[in-house]
C-alpha cells in the first residue's frame, strides 16, 4: 500500500465523516453495512455519493461476494484519517518523498506549516505476512475485533510511548511530535543506518558505547528485542581539528536508537533470549563489517538483571504500562508478532527491508471499481433491512459499550 495524498484536498466534510463512520463501525464488522455507515455520519441517504467517492480514489472498499451491501476501511482509508488528524493539529503541512521501507512500515519525509522537516513512520502489520496469516485464520479467531490495523495501531501506540519513555530519561532516540492512529510524527535525524556504514575509525569505541546501551535500558528493565544495525543510526558530528588533520580522526560518531514494537521488559518470559540476542546481534555484525573481536565474553542477562533499578532509575517498562499502553495490549501485540514472524525471530543475518513493498495484498478480496458499486449502491429492502435489524454495539472512546446508532461522527475526530 502506497502512500497517495493527491485526493485529500478533493475530500468534502461529508466524505470525512463517512471515512470516520466506516472505521468507528469496523470495530464490530468486518464489513460495514451501507445503512450503518449512513446512520453513525448522520448522513443518511446522503451518504450514497460519499461511498462511491470514498471507493473510486481506494479508500474504502467493496468486499467480494458480500451476502449484503457493505464496505470495509482500506489501509489507504487509515493514512488519510491519520493524515488529517495531524492536518488539523497542524503536526503536518505536507508530504514529501518515502525515505524508508521495512517489513512492516514505511518511513516518509514530512514537515509543519514552517517548514520544518520531520518524519513519518506508518504501521502496515499483515503486509509481509498476510498470506501467511491468511492460510490460518485462527490466530484471528482468537480475539475479538482482530485486525491488521488494530494491530498496526497498537504497534504504533506502543513505540511512540516507549520513545518519550526513553527520550525523556536521556537515551538517544528520535523526539517523538505526535500519533494518530497507525503512526508516528518523530523529529528528523541526519545520520545513517549503521548497515549502510563500511567503516569506522574506532571499531572498539562504536562496539561498547552499543553494548553500555544494552546494558542501560536493562537497568530500566527493558530489552530492545531487535537490536541490530537496521535499527541503530549512526550520526556524525565533526569535532575539533583544522582542514589538514585527518577527517576520520575528527569525526565523533553517535549511535541513534530507533524501532521499538517488540521491546520487552526483563520481567517477560523469554527475556533471556532477547537480550542474548541483541548482544550477538551486535558481536556478529561487528565481526563481519568492522573485523573486531571483543575480548570480553558477554554481557550476559544474569549480569545485566543485577542493573535493574540501580541508582534509583526508574523502570520503564512500569511507567510505559502505567501511562496508558497496557499488559492486555502488550501480550495481544506480542502474540501478533510471534504467529507471524516479524519479532525479529529468524535469521538475524538475513536481509531485511528489500521485500515486495507493493502492500496491495491485505486489500486484494476488496472491490474498488466504482462502476460495479455504481450499479449496486440502490440496496434491497431486505438489505437494508438486515443492516438494521438486531442493532449492534459499540465502544465509545471511553470504552463504554453502546449502540451503534448513539455513535455520532465529531467535527474535531
Not at 26 to 32: A, L, M, P, Q, R
Not at 371 to 377: G, L, N, R, S
Request: with cysteine; proline share 3%; net charge negative.
Amino acid at each position: 500500500m502506497k502512500l497517495d495524498t493527491k485526493h485529500m484536498r478533493y475530500l468534502t466534510a461529508e466524505d470525512w465523516k463517512t471515512l470516520t463512520a466506516v472505521e468507528t463501525a469496523s470495530k464490530n464488522h468486518e464489513v460495514v453495512p451501507t445503512a450503518l455507515i449512513g446512520q453513525i455520519s448522520g448522513l443518511r441517504r446522503q451518504v450514497h455519493r460519499s461511498i462511491s467517492a470514498l471507493a473510486k480514489v481506494g479508500l474504502i472498499g467493496r468486499l467480494k461476494n458480500a451476502s449484503y451491501d457493505g464496505y470495509r476501511l482500506t489501509y489507504g482509508g487509515l493514512d488519510y484519517l491519520a493524515l488529517n488528524t495531524y492536518r488539523k493539529r497542524k503536526d503536518v503541512y505536507s508530504v514529501g518523498n518515502q525515505i524508508g521501507v521495512g517489513k512492516e512500515s514505511d518511513i516518509f519525509v514530512v514537515a509543519d506549516e514552517r517548514g520544518t522537516q520531520r518524519v513519518l513512520k506508518i504501521h502496515r502489520l499483515g503486509r509481509i505476512s498476510f498470506r501467511t496469516v491468511k492460510a490460518n485464520r485462527d490466530y484471528l479467531r482468537k480475539r475479538h475485533g482482530g485486525s491488521w490495523m488494530y494491530m498496526s495501531k497498537l504497534a504504533a501506540l506502543k513505540e511512540f510511548a516507549f520513545m518519550t519513555a526513553l527520550r525523556e530519561n536521556g537515551f538517544p532516540v528520535p523526539e517523538p511530535l505526535a500519533q494518530s492512529r497507525h503512526t508516528i510524527v518523530m523529529s528528523l535525524i541526519d545520520a545513517f543506518p549503521m548497515r549502510q556504514i563500511s567503516a569506522v575509525p574506532n571499531p572498539a569505541s562504536l562496539y561498547a558505547e552499543l553494548i553500555a546501551m544494552i546494558l542501560r535500558l536493562a537497568q530500566y528493565g527493558l530489552i530492545h528485542g531487535d537490536f541490530n544495525e537496521f535499527n541503530i543510526l549512526i550520526k556524525e558530528e565533526k569535532i575539533g581539528g583544522t582542514g589538514t588533520e585527518d577527517v576520520a580522526e575528527s569525526l565523533n560518531l553517535t549511535p541513534i536508537l530507533i524501532d521499538f514494537p517488540q521491546m520487552v521488559s526483563v520481567d517477560h518470559l523469554n527475556a533471556e533470549y532477547y537480550f542474548d540476542r541483541d548482544v550477538n546481534c551486535i558481536k556478529r555484525f561487528f565481526e563481519r563489517r568492522f573485523h573486531f573481536t571483543s575480548d570480553e565474553k558477554g554481557p550476559f542477562f544474569k549480569d545485566a538483571r543485577k542493573l535493574v533499578g540501580k541508582d534509583g532509575v526508574p523502570r520503564l517498562d512500569v511507567s510505559v504500562e502505567a501511562s496508558g499502553f497496557s499488559r492486555k495490549m502488550a501480550k495481544e501485540l506480542e502474540a501478533y508478532m510471534k504467529d507471524v514472524g516479524v519479532d525479529g525471530d529468524g535469521d538475524p543475518n538475513a536481509a531485511r527491508g528489500d521485500e515486495d513493498s507493493s502492500g496491495d495484498d491485505e486489500d486484494e478480496d476488496v472491490e474498488n471499481d466504482v462502476d460495479e458499486h455504481t450499479q449496486e449502491v440502490e440496496t434491497s429492502a431486505s438489505d437494508k433491512s438486515q443492516a438494521h435489524g438486531n442493532e449492534e454495539m459499540g465502544t465509545d472512546r471511553f470504552g463504554n459499550e453502546v449502540p451503534l446508532s448513539q455513535l455520532r461522527i465529531s467535527e474535531k475526530t
